[in-house]
């Protein structure tokens, strides 16, 4: 349904709104080029789970060279190799999740595995703080491993504590082991919070991933979304 009434959305909202689809693997993710030049603005960009793989924020890159990355991998291998060479970014090995503190983290190891360990986290707020220099996220890709649902409701309760998110695509992780979790943090995220789901998907029968874009700032909407 999402998926349906965003075509709709697009067709309502601007004739010349332009959304780019990327599929690495099977898995799909958007990002909407904004109206100006592509080439003259300004653009950061942040993964927060890299996993070994950018192929997504490389061609990102190619269609907007002057994007700024930063990035953020409990160690997969190639993570930081392939964001620093590949993309030019910013490298932070680490856990970020809503809060600072050692908790149980699904991580990446050999063989595309995920075994369970107990790591320490940092917030994402003191991610911010330490680590990005802009005052505008053009475009957030969250893959946490299960820290998403915590950190997913603090954004929205708490916006005033992180810079204006353009777009963001979410992987909700196990969300039908979570129906306690997600379906109130699904409630806050479509009832209160600044984001629209346009893309939605479900991966493997056990991930939800949703592209979210921002409609309750000013700047968000004038750079992507209404011309």
């Not at 192929?55 to 160690?75: A, N, W, Y």
Request: contains cysteine; glycine residues 6%.
């Amino acid at each position: 349904m999402v998926n349906e009434c965003s075509n709709d959305l697009f067709d309502t909202v601007n004739k010349t709104t332009t959304l780019k689809h990327f599929v690495i693997d099977m898995e799909l993710k958007y990002f909407i080029l904004p109206f100006e030049p592509i080439n003259s603005v300004s653009c950061n960009v942040i993964s927060l789970g890299i996993g070994g793989e950018t192929e997504t924020e490389e061609r990102v890159k190619r269609i907007m060279p002057q994007c700024k990355f930063l990035g953020v991998d409990s160690g997969a291998a190639l993570s930081k190799e392939f964001y620093e060479k590949r993309l030019g970014g910013t490298y932070v090995e680490g856990l970020v999740g809503a809060k600072n503190g050692i908790f149980s983290a699904s991580v990446l190891v050999e063989k595309g595995d995920y075994v369970a360990k107990e790591l320490q986290h940092f917030s994402f707020t003191y991610f911010l703080s330490k680590y990005f220099k802009g005052n505008l996220i053009d475009l957030l890709f969250m893959d946490i491993e299960g820290d998403e649902f915590e950190l997913m409701k603090d954004m929205i309760d708490n916006p005033e504590l992180y810079p204006p998110i353009c777009q963001l695509n979410v992987e909700f992780h196990d969300s039908s082991k979570k129906t306690e979790i997600m379906l109130p943090l699904f409630n806050k995220l479509f009832g209160e919070s600044s984001y629209v789901a346009i893309k939605s998907g479900f991966f493997f029968n056990q991930i939800n991933k949703f592209h979210l874009i921002n409609l309750k700032n000013d700047e968000c909407l004038k750079k992507y979304f209404i011309k």
